[in-house]
């Protein structure tokens, strides 16, 4: 079987990826070249993992439920946009500014099980955000793309936390929910 390409993330609602599509397109004229992510592929990655087979996407899966047995729904709060840098190009995301206690619990939990089930886990300090978009050139401070993009003050609650796949379906980068945990 071929090896499949695996993070655990968070799914955001319809109107919270409503809200960062309209601050992205208020972005496109703030970059050149680059990539925006599609709209349904906006989510806050907890692991990346990589590809890896059946046997071992069955123990991301038993993590991952163990982990979201530990937790109760809770509300997290968009935040500014950033961008981290990446051989001379921008990574251009927005961020969480409050509600980062509980993911940051959720995280650790997470790392810890996957360490306990013997997956190589990253060790960095953990910045939660959701991708605007990849390979920007872009001349402008983190405050004034928070500017242009209009980014609202917006809540939303987090339910569960999925592993996803990351594949390419008619040539279009896409993450496939492969399985929810809901939260208690």
């Not at 919270?16 to 601050?23: A, E, K, P």
């Not at 990446?86 to 790392?111: C, F, M, P, Q």
């Not at 402008?140 to 928070?146: C, E, I, K, P, V």
């Amino acid at each position: 079987m071929k090896g499949v390409r695996i993070f655990i993330g968070i799914e955001l609602e319809d109107e919270t990826r409503q809200i960062l599509q309209t601050s992205a397109k208020n972005l496109e004229t703030c970059v050149e070249k680059g990539r925006f992510a599609r709209a349904e592929n906006y989510h806050l990655t907890l692991h990346f993992l990589g590809e890896m087979d059946e046997k071992a996407l069955e123990r991301v899966k038993t993590c991952t439920a163990n982990t979201a047995k530990c937790f109760e729904c809770f509300e997290l709060e968009l935040g500014k946009i950033g961008a981290f840098t990446k051989k001379n190009r921008k990574i251009i995301w927005a961020g969480i500014s409050n509600g980062t206690y509980h993911l940051d619990r959720v995280y650790k939990t997470l790392e810890e099980q996957l360490i306990e089930a013997g997956f190589p886990i990253e060790r960095s300090p953990y910045t939660p955000h959701i991708t605007f978009g990849r390979q920007f050139i872009v001349d402008m401070s983190d405050d004034a793309l928070s500017q242009a993009a209009g980014l609202p003050a917006h809540k939303f609650y987090v339910r569960n936390i999925t592993v996803f796949e990351s594949t390419r379906v008619n040539d279009l980068l896409t993450y496939v929910p492969l399985q929810r945990y809901e939260l208690k």
